[in-house]
């Protein structure tokens, strides 16, 4: 099997392995894991119908690959793939797991803690989204305090762990280390969430359409590291993205904090690194270290800004006394040069790179001026350095296919084809999917010389194959596990 059919059979047998588990509890009456904060969980005849699904799933993709044929017949089939699949889990399978993990690094600001943890959970339930505070407690006089919301909180809403003034990278890392969320959201122990969590949903949607977007930021942005004055801030100028009807934009950096990352690649691409700062010292320019390694190995980065954040009004520990020298002078200083001597190089390639996705998948509302080509009078800002005009056709197509191999890569990357809505789709997922793989070879073709009419005629036979072996456009199968 390809490696994209591998990874989708793979999901399906955790998925059945899971449902059957899950009936059986249900016949001895126990209360069944959910992943969001509703109060009513699937029932036995759900289950059972989510069952058959997702075995109709699993035998069409078997039967559709060739597999069955293969390994003599469709039971055969079925018995090997339960069998073989089994090594591998993916954490995102598993039912009555968090949606999202809210990453704290806390340090001497005890009048936040109640009021931080009830914004949370306000949030998330407004949205019946299952979140938990997985906090870094960096002044371990304070345990009681965490120790206190933990017993009163909503059970599994705060995780604490106790440090010693790590501060921002090991503080994070630790606190990472912790989450059980598909998502990490970074976020600092100074901010509160909105009242209504829109703002999670939204992110969820631009992940879920966007299998290449590893990290979207929430606070401020650069389009251009090399060719803008300063950040930018609030929201974008595009027009709502059509795939999922929120604004955002493509960006190069995106600041501290709110971050939200996929949990897998904040592990993948190895969290912050904690090499740039000593213990105690403050994560600046850890936010664009983090953003650049994510451009670097094949992800994108976004920004989407959030409505309604609020703050305690005190300035932050790093803006007062000696803290301000120490991280603003000193710790700049030495994070700033590292960052140069590692990514100066490719800084204007990824600027270019992220120019090229927003004329791709954003468009610029009449009337409004192209956010590559504004200044201000007083010179405050001047991003002079581009235009919005629309791609010609054949440059729109050629980027579109260079683009779609890096897709089809992230989505094998990422290894399930799950969804913090719907942790298994239909099989018209694996149909995008197996465009995207088309699209690749028809580009190695043409690069290899073969003519393009021969390549038309054998897309649309390829096409028309799959769609009909994987019983595509039929009556829609059940899926997920609720």
Known sequence: MKPEHRHLARDSVQALQALESYIGQAKLGRPLPVSTNSTAPPSLQALEGWLAGN???LQQLLDGTGASQR????????????TCLSARLHHDGFAGRPVMSILLNYFKRPSVIPRIVEATRQSCDSVQLACEISVNVDNPHEADAWAGQARAAVPGLVVPVFSANLHEARGYNRAAKLARGRYLIIWQDDQFPPAHGKW????????????????????TYRLCRNRE??????????????????????????????????????????????NTARPGDCGIWGDWELTSRAWMDGWQVGFMYVD?????GEP??????????????????????????????????????VWLLNMLYHRLPDGRPCPYNISAADGSYDTRFGNCSALLPMARETARQDLSALEAAALIRMGGAYSAAAPLPPLQRSRSRARVQRRAATLRRRLLGTPVGRDVNLEMQQRADEDEALGIGGEAEGGGLG
């Open 71 to 82: 390994l003599g017949g469709s039971a055969a089939a079925l018995t090997a793939a339960k």
């Open 200 to 219: 999670l949903l939204d992110m969820i949607r631009v992940f879920d359409a966007y299998p290449q977007l590893g990290i979207i930021g929430m606070n």
């Open 308 to 312: 309604g954040r609020g703050g305690d």
């Open 229 to 274: 004055m300063t950040n930018r801030w609030g929201s974008t100028v595009w027009q709502a993205d059509p795939r999922t009807g929120v604004f955002w934009t493509f960006a190069q950096h995106v600041d501290f904090a709110p971050l939200a990352v996929r949990a897998s690649i904040y592990h993948e691409i190895g969290g912050l690194d904690e």
């Open 316 to 353: 932050g520990g790093t803006h007062l006394g000696s803290s301000a020298e120490k991280c603003w002078g000193r710790q700049q200083h030495v994070a700033m040069h590292l960052f140069g001597r590692r990514f100066d190089q490719v800084n204007d390639h990824l600027c270019d790179r």
């Open 55 to 57: 075995s109709t799933r």
